[in-house]
């Protein structure tokens, strides 16, 4: 039977990551980032990456990367997830990675690319809708919206017509999007004319795509939860220590049925999550099944919970101060990236042979 519960190494590496967001990237300096229009907390991701060595964790070490599992990236992402930091973690180190270990690894071209991800000196970034789930069919296309973190790559993987091919991002054109989560920026990006090299042709390539894909959404489901986690217990804080009426407002036995609830679909969530990341690290033949469970379950909980966290904060948690609404837009925002819960659920019943309903039935 398969172990989820977390070893002491990523104990270790969650309080190491846990430690150096909460010194260089707190709410505070969020919020403040945010003001300037550009979320990204300057030298962060050079810590993150180069000096804990987390971009790299995916990367086998011939290729100078940390050669850990889809587990120990899972609880980064835990981590990312209950600081709602702005990093190109999800869309460099696991997406554009996964997606890279899954082409010709003996190729030099994909071999050098390895390489410079896995020391944090390159950030790559899948060109792809953030939106687009694992059982799409990829778009082989130069004019690309809604790519996540591509404000701050700095090379693109472009599908085209005739293969995968990595593109110098400072040749392409950008233009901001007005993203709901404001720590995840979303550009719509223009990659015509513009030179690149090539990677691998076009059928391993969309499946190379599908594969990034797939590990994005599986480890998705990891930030949800963290995101979750952080949620609950600022909310059980400020209910202990926020008094009404001479009693803290958590002892009101409406209050804590709703945050009991909370805590049992956190329970559960975390089951998921966890499933998933070890079903990507053991290569499970049903991990595509795996991951569509955690999606379609961890969305919803991160949402719900983030929305408690908001409510029960009371007229606190609606101020732009209060860190709750990067969260509750970080949940909203991560619930339709990588496919909706409803397009993950018609995989599960794809998946296990239950399709869904004759019309008029």
Same mark, same amino acid.
């Given at each position: 039977m398969t172990d989820l519960l977390y070893s002491g190494t990523e104990d270790d590496l969650r309080a190491t990551v846990r430690s150096l967001l909460a010194d260089r990237a707190g709410p505070q300096v969020l919020l403040g980032r945010i003001e300037t229009g550009d979320p990204y907390v300057p030298g962060l991701w050079k810590s993150l990456a180069g000096e804990i060595g987390t971009a790299g964790l995916l990367v086998p070490e011939k290729?100078?990367?940390q050669g850990a599992s889809h587990r120990e990236a899972a609880v980064?992402?835990?981590?990312?997830?209950?600081?709602? %930091?702005?990093?190109? &973690?999800?869309?460099?180190?696991?997406? /554009? %990675?996964?997606?890279?270990? $899954?082409?010709? %690894?003996?190729?030099a071209p994909v071999a050098e690319l390895l390489d410079a991800l896995a020391n944090?000196?390159?950030?790559?970034?899948?060109?792809?809708? &953030?939106?687009? #789930?694992?059982a799409a069919e990829p778009e082989a296309t130069d004019t690309v919206?809604?790519?996540?973190?591509?404000? *701050? #790559?700095?090379?693109?993987?472009?599908? =085209?017509?005739?293969?995968?091919y990595a593109v110098p991002a400072a040749g392409a054109r950008t233009?901001?999007?007005?993203?709901?989560?404001l720590t995840r920026p979303l550009s719509a990006v223009d990659t015509s004319g513009v030179a690149g090299t090539r990677l691998a042709d076009e059928r391993p390539a969309r499946a190379a795509i599908r594969r990034g894909l797939l590990t994005g959404a599986g480890l998705l489901a990891s930030e949800q939860l963290g995101l979750a986690e952080w949620c609950l217990e600022e909310t059980v804080r400020h209910t202990r220590e926020r008094y009404q009426f001479n009693r803290p407002v958590g002892s009101f036995q409406a209050l804590k049925h709703r945050m009991a609830q909370c805590w049992l679909e956190v329970v559960n969530a975390r089951a998921a999550a966890r499933a998933a990341a070890d079903a990507l690290a053991t290569a499970d033949p049903d991990a595509a099944l795996?991951?569509?469970?955690?999606?379609?379950? *961890?969305?919803?909980v991160a949402v719900?919970? $983030?929305?408690? *966290?908001?409510?029960?904060?009371?007229?606190?948690?609606?101020?732009?101060?209060?860190?709750?609404?990067? /969260?509750?837009? =970080?949940?909203?925002? #991560?619930?339709?990236?990588?496919?909706? #819960?409803?397009?993950?659920?018609?995989t599960i019943a794809s998946l296990v042979g239950l399709p869904a309903p004759a019309a008029g039935v």
């Open positions: 290729f100078g990367g980064v992402l835990e981590e990312l997830g209950r600081a709602v %930091t702005p990093v190109p &973690f999800l869309t460099g180190a696991v997406m /554009a %990675t996964e997606t890279l270990l $899954a082409l010709d %690894t003996e190729s944090g000196r390159t950030v790559a970034v899948l060109a792809v809708p &953030f939106s687009t #789930a694992p919206t809604a790519v996540a973190d591509a404000a *701050c #790559a700095d090379v693109l993987l472009v599908l =085209r017509a005739d293969g995968l233009e901001a999007l007005t993203p709901l989560d795996t991951v569509a469970v955690a999606q379609a379950y *961890c969305a919803k719900h919970v $983030a929305e408690e *966290c908001v409510q029960l904060h009371g007229g606190i948690g609606m101020t732009w101060e209060h860190p709750a609404h990067l /969260a509750l837009k =970080r949940a909203k925002s #991560a619930q339709v990236a990588l496919g909706s #819960a409803g397009s993950h659920q018609d």
